[in-house]
């Protein structure tokens, strides 16, 4: 009876509406009966999405991505925390692609995807090492998930500052707390924005349809 009156008000509502909810939905399934709805609380809610299209359009993306990266059943807490976390975010007013870098690299960092950006993928110096010269004209290797400094790269791969990499690698941190309080300049946003998109689609093979028409930067 309530699991009843339940599922028609879900179709009342097209589905389009809780995905700006964070529910608990509590219930019980006994083999061969329909599962009976026990209780449904509000826990968090990220209305304020609604407000802007260009938050509205990330959501969605962060809920596709957590949805591809981590599709087998089951608890992911790491996971699920980063996209409440940005999602969240989404909602205060964050700058809408500086949510998605940050999930994006989050999830990778999660899921095991890397990239590994701890040194220089031939001589092995790690970012905070470079100098000048190797500091120039780093490159990332979109399918090994690592870069070559300047001083060992001639070419391939994308190009990438110091700066974009540093920040990419604090990314990975994953923490939620430190992904709200990190402030990424604009420059090095863009910069990321031709990069990490670029990396999940060739890692997971499949290109997202919520951003589709995104600016490569
Ligand atoms: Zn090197």
Redesign the pocket.
């Known amino acids: 009876m309530v699991a009843k009156s339940a599922l028609r008000s879900r179709k009342r509502f097209g589905g389009s509406l809780q995905k700006y909810f964070l529910l608990d939905v509590a219930w019980t399934e006994t083999p061969g009966r329909p599962a009976f709805l026990g209780s449904i609380s509000l826990l968090a809610s990220y209305w304020e999405i609604l407000a802007d299209w260009e938050r509205v359009r990330h959501a969605d993306y962060l809920l596709e991505l957590a949805a591809s990266m981590f599709p087998q059943p089951g608890p992911k807490p790491k996971a699920f925390r980063i996209l409440h976390s940005e999602l969240s975010s989404l909602a205060s007013g964050e700058t809408p692609s500086a949510a998605a870098r940050k999930a994006e690299a989050a999830f990778l960092a999660v899921g095991g995807w890397g990239p590994d950006l701890g040194g220089?993928r031939?001589?092995g110096?790690p970012p905070g090492l470079l100098g000048r010269k190797?500091a120039r004209a780093i490159r990332f290797l979109l399918s090994e998930g690592r870069f070559?400094?300047g001083?060992?790269a001639a070419s391939g791969g994308l190009s990438i500052s110091l700066g974009a990499v540093r920040t990419w690698k604090a990314l990975q941190s994953s923490s939620p707390s430190l992904l709200r309080r990190l402030r990424i300049p604009n420059n090095i946003l863009e910069e990321l924005q031709g990069v990490i998109p670029e990396y999940i689609e060739l890692h997971l093979g499949k290109s997202f349809r919520s951003l589709g028409s995104r600016k490569k930067g």
């Open positions: 220089c031939r001589c110096l190797e070559l400094c001083g060992c």
